[in-house]
């Protein structure tokens, strides 16, 4: 099956679009003690990411792994991210490698196969990718994503602040590149797009240039986008958007001991609170 | 020492601004037996990456190791590349660490911490950065790498054939960014620009207009850049800019015995070979 039809399937089951992030945000994580090394650390990382997992899994149809928060950790910290990727999926989860990723040539195909291939050392169903290098340089990861039933999601508009200065000349002819990628090959394609829930109207109009494109919209909660601009991205039907929450669905807004006590417990409530608080 | 003086210290010392890429593209690795696991794939990336360090030692300023083809090796790859990165900087080689990243926020500052940080897990000198995201999201680059002498490369102008498309609407404005937040901190700042050498007219007229910006220049060699093309980039006191060879001075062209049997002398001949090459 390909990728859009397998996250149309998870979000229909799900119920929801709402995709929870994975940010493994070292000084924040639950059973940090001071003076841990990073081996430490990345086995604190690990299990919160298990946690993450076994909170989601049957709430929401996907998961958004952010690979920086693991790479900081060194080579057990990426052990770790492989472990959670591999726990996600084994439960059912689609994942989201946020891993900004963008190269050329056999460089693009070498961050591919870590990713999107069959025996993928962290295996994601879609990657973030960034086009910066420009079409050609998405060409490995679209093969990639298209042989394997995987996905992509190009940076489009990101929702920080700064954001429009290196974007917005290039929006309008990038995303006619993505929406015509997709075009030809269904209802749905394999390219996805990045737009912030901090840009609502233009998201709007994006949502309405770009019928054939799933988009990721990250921004909603912690960064100012509200559920009501983040629903503005999807379509009549409730598909075309997944919407991201991660530290509003996974850390508590403050130093909490339940966090410490029961972080599988207590992520799962607060997964069920982002749920409905974008249902609105 | 800020890393721009650091940068020319070391281009002076070895006489030539050439750097050496170390791509450890898993199909060509010496020693490659069929059916390796990803382990032991891992382990000639790491004994091919030593190999370039040794034969590297007092030829050149830097070697660039390329992330991606770690990557791929998952976690035992990347405790090659951290092992890599190590024995360079203990030869008393830069490392550009060439990952293209870019993220926002705390995300960015976790890419940084991997990096550039003094206990880094990959400790490089310098990181290959996207610029896509905007001002913002650079940064907490900029902000670990002034705080720790080391330095940064801005994709500005790549070399492969589809990088005008997303790139040549904001090379003005971006290249005026760089430049300018150099100039606040010296004759050449931290901030460097990524030109390849497949555009030798416009990396000229940057040269000109980025006095104060370091250039890393690939796409010498195998992309089609001549060595007359790369040194273009060069400011006339030699300085200002480091050319890049990856597989032409690391791999042969065609299978080779003897690259198997003694990697480390065959680069070492090699590399003086591509010294030479860019001479002229």
Redesign the interface.
């Given at each position: 099956m390909n990728f859009a039809d397998r996250l149309a399937l998870a979000v229909q089951e799900a119920g929801t679009p709402l995709v929870v992030g994975i940010?493994p945000?070292a000084d924040r994580l639950p059973g940090l003690r001071p003076g841990m090394d990073?081996t430490a650390l990345a086995g604190l990382a690990r299990e919160f990411g298990l946690a993450v997992v076994g909170a989601a899994a049957g709430q929401v149809p996907a998961l958004k792994p952010?690979f920086?928060?693991f790479?900081?950790?060194?080579?057990?910290?990426?052990?770790a991210l492989?472990d959670v990727c591999g726990a996600a999926r084994a439960a059912g989860l689609l994942v989201i490698g946020d891993a900004?990723?963008?190269?050329?040539?056999?460089?693009?195909t070498?961050?591919a196969?870590?990713t999107l291939a069959p025996d993928a050392?962290?295996p994601c169903d879609a990657l973030t990718v960034?086009?910066?290098?420009?079409?050609?340089?998405l060409q490995p990861f679209l093969a990639a994503a298209e042989a394997h039933g995987r996905g992509l999601f190009v940076?489009l508009r990101?929702?920080?602040?700064?954001?429009?200065?290196?974007?917005s000349?290039?929006v309008e002819?990038?995303s006619a590149w993505i929406d015509t990628t997709n075009a030809a090959r269904g209802a749905y394609g394999p390219v996805g797009a990045v737009i912030g829930a901090t840009h609502p109207a233009e998201g709007a109009a994006l949502r309405a240039a770009m019928p054939h494109t799933w988009f990721l919209v990250p921004g909603f909660g912690a960064q100012g986008g509200s559920a009501a601009d983040a629903r503005r991205m999807l379509r009549p039907d409730g598909l075309g958007a997944l919407i991201n929450s991660s530290r509003g669905a996974t850390f508590p807004a403050g130093r909490d001991g339940d966090f410490d006590l029961a972080p599988e417990r207590w992520i799962r409530t607060r997964i069920a609170a982002v749920r409905g608080d974008l249902r609105g």
């Open positions: 940010d945000w990073r952010q920086a928060f790479e900081a950790l060194g080579p057990a910290g990426m052990q492989a900004k990723r963008g190269d050329i040539g056999s460089t693009a070498a961050y196969e870590a050392p962290f960034s086009p910066f290098l420009g079409p050609d340089s940076l990101t929702s920080n602040p700064g954001s429009s200065r290196w974007q000349p290039v002819d990038l």
